[in-house]
C-alpha cells in the first residue's frame, strides 16, 4: 500500500508496526520516544520557570582574602613597606535569586541563604549597597584615626553611633536600620557606642526609649523602641544591633592618609585597615613577614565589633592556603565554634576583642609589635 512510508514484517502480520506522519523523516514515533518527548519537554518547562521565578532570599557566598596594604595611601611622611600582608576579608553577596539558583545554592555548605528582609529590611539591593558604602566611608576613618592615636597623635572624637547591623526579630527591627546614626536616648547624649552600651545596660526589658536618629538619607527622625530581652539572661535588656562610633576627624593632620577601598562596602575590614596603617607607618613587619587574615569592626574605644559572613570569608582564607585568621571574639562561643569546624586543621582561627590583643596575636606570631609602641613613645616624647 503505497500509504504506507516504511515496510510491513510479512512474516508476522500484514499490518504495519507504525506509521510515520507525512513529510517527517527518520524512524518510527515508538511510545519510548514519545514518553522521552514528553519528559523533556515537562523538564525544559520546569527549568524555564524555575529560572524565571524569582524568590525572596539572599545568598552569602565565599569571598576572598585580599593584601591591604596596596590600598594605603600616605603623603607627607615616611612609610615602611612591608614583606608580610595583612588581608582583608570579602563575603560575596547575591541577591535576586530565581528558584534554581536558591535550591543549587542550598547544596553548598559553605553558602548561608537568608530571608532578604533579614538583610536587606525595606531597603532595595541598590539601597543596600549603597548605605554599606557609607558604612566602609566611616570605617576606613575610624581605622586610620585609630591608628594615628596609636601612634601618639590627637586624631578623632566620636558624635554618635552607627548602627552597623539590625538582629532579625529583635527589639530593633523595624524601627533602625543599617546605616542610622544614633545620637540621643530620651535626650541623652551618645557620642560613642560604648556610652550607648552603658546606658542601656541600665535599663530593663519592656522600657520604652526614644531614639533620636540621623537615617543615612541625611533625615532625622526620633524612634520609640520597647526593649527586648538577652536569650541567655532574661533579666539584661536587649535591643539587637551591631554598634561602632561616628567618629569625626580632627582638621588638622600632620601627613596625609588614605585607603583606596574601590566598590568593597561595609565595616568589617575595620580592624584589618587599622592594622596595615600601624604596620605601613613604622618600621619592620607587624605580621612578622607572612599572611594573616582579618576581619573585624574597629571601635573609637579600640574593640573589635562582631561581622556577617564570617563562616563564609573562612572558607575562603582556608581555600587561599592562609594559616591564621583574626577574628572578632563577640561572635560568641556558638559561631567560633562553627569557624574552627569549616578551619579544619590548616587555618588558626584567632579571636581577639580589642585592637591591643590583635596586636598581642602579631606578635605571637613573629610580628614586631615593638616598633609600634617605639614609635609612640618617641612621638610623645617630642610633643611634650
Same mark, same amino acid.
Given at each position: 500500500d503505497p500509504s504506507f512510508h516504511g515496510e510491513t514484517d510479512t512474516a508476522t502480520t500484514a499490518e504495519p508496526t507504525a506509521q510515520r506522519p507525512s513529510g517527517v523523516g527518520g524512524g518510527w514515533l515508538t511510545p519510548r520516544k514519545i514518553m522521552v518527548g514528553m519528559l523533556a519537554t515537562v523538564v525544559a518547562v520546569v527549568v524555564g520557570t524555575g529560572l524565571l521565578v524569582k524568590v525572596d532570599y539572599v545568598a552569602l557566598l565565599p569571598g576572598s582574602a585580599r593584601d591591604t596594604e596596596p590600598l594605603v595611601v600616605v603623603v607627607g611622611t615616611e612609610t615602611y613597606p612591608s614583606d608580610g600582608e595583612v588581608l582583608f576579608t570579602t563575603v560575596r553577596f547575591r541577591s535576586k535569586l530565581n528558584l534554581i539558583q536558591y535550591l543549587w545554592l542550598k547544596l553548598d555548605d559553605e553558602v548561608e541563604i537568608l530571608p532578604a528582609e533579614t538583610v536587606l529590611g525595606d531597603q532595595t539591593p541598590e539601597e543596600n549597597r549603597a548605605a554599606n558604602l557609607e558604612l566602609m566611608t566611616d570605617s576606613k576613618e575610624i581605622a586610620i584615626s585609630v591608628a594615628l592615636e596609636r601612634l601618639g597623635y590627637d586624631a578623632i572624637s566620636s558624635d554618635g553611633v552607627v548602627v552597623a547591623d539590625v538582629v532579625p526579630d529583635s527589639a530593633a527591627g523595624g524601627f533602625l536600620e543599617l546605616g542610622d546614626s544614633i545620637v540621643a536616648v530620651n535626650g541623652r547624649p551618645m557620642p560613642t557606642a560604648l556610652d550607648l552600651i552603658e546606658f542601656l545596660q541600665e535599663r530593663p526589658p519592656g522600657v520604652e526609649l526614644t531614639f533620636d536618629v540621623e537615617r543615612a538619607d541625611g533625615?532625622?527622625?526620633?524612634? @520609640?523602641?520597647?526593649?527586648?530581652? =538577652? #536569650? #541567655? #539572661?532574661?533579666?539584661? /535588656?536587649?535591643? +539587637?544591633?551591631?554598634? &561602632?562610633?561616628?567618629?569625626?576627624?580632627?582638621?588638622?593632620?600632620? &601627613?596625609?592618609?588614605? *585607603?583606596?577601598?574601590? =566598590?568593597? +562596602?561595609?565595616?568589617? /575590614?575595620?580592624?584589618? &585597615?587599622?592594622?596595615?596603617? !600601624?604596620?605601613? %607607618? @613604622?618600621?619592620?613587619?607587624? @605580621? +612578622?613577614? +607572612?599572611?594573616?587574615?582579618?576581619?573585624? @569592626?574597629?571601635? &573609637?574605644?579600640? =574593640?573589635?565589633?562582631?561581622?556577617?559572613?564570617?563562616? $563564609?570569608?573562612?572558607?575562603?582564607?582556608?581555600? $587561599?592556603? *592562609?594559616?591564621?585568621? *583574626?577574628?572578632?571574639?563577640? %561572635?560568641?562561643?556558638?559561631? !567560633? /565554634? %562553627?569557624?574552627?569546624?569549616? /578551619?579544619g586543621d590548616q587555618l588558626e582561627i584567632l579571636p581577639v576583642r580589642t585592637l591591643d590583643e590583635a596586636l598581642e596575636v602579631l606578635a605571637g606570631l613573629g610580628g614586631d609589635v615593638g616598633a609600634v609602641d617605639e614609635f609612640a613613645a618617641q612621638h610623645l616624647s617630642l610633643i611634650h
Open positions: 533625615s532625622a527622625e526620633s524612634v @520609640t523602641v520597647t526593649m527586648g530581652a =538577652r #536569650d #541567655d #539572661d532574661p533579666s539584661v /535588656a536587649f535591643l +539587637g544591633i551591631v554598634p &561602632f562610633d561616628r567618629v569625626s576627624l580632627n582638621d588638622e593632620r600632620p &601627613f596625609e592618609v588614605d *585607603i583606596e577601598s574601590g =566598590r568593597v +562596602g561595609g565595616p568589617s /575590614a575595620g580592624l584589618a &585597615f587599622t592594622l596595615t596603617v !600601624l604596620d605601613y %607607618l @613604622t618600621p619592620g613587619e607587624l @605580621t +612578622g613577614g +607572612g599572611e594573616v587574615a582579618v576581619t573585624g @569592626t574597629m571601635a &573609637f574605644d579600640g =574593640r573589635v565589633g562582631s561581622v556577617g559572613g564570617v563562616p $563564609q570569608k573562612v572558607a575562603a582564607v582556608r581555600d $587561599q592556603g *592562609i594559616d591564621h585568621f *583574626i577574628v572578632p571574639e563577640a %561572635l560568641g562561643e556558638e559561631e !567560633l /565554634a %562553627l569557624l574552627d569546624e569549616i /578551619a
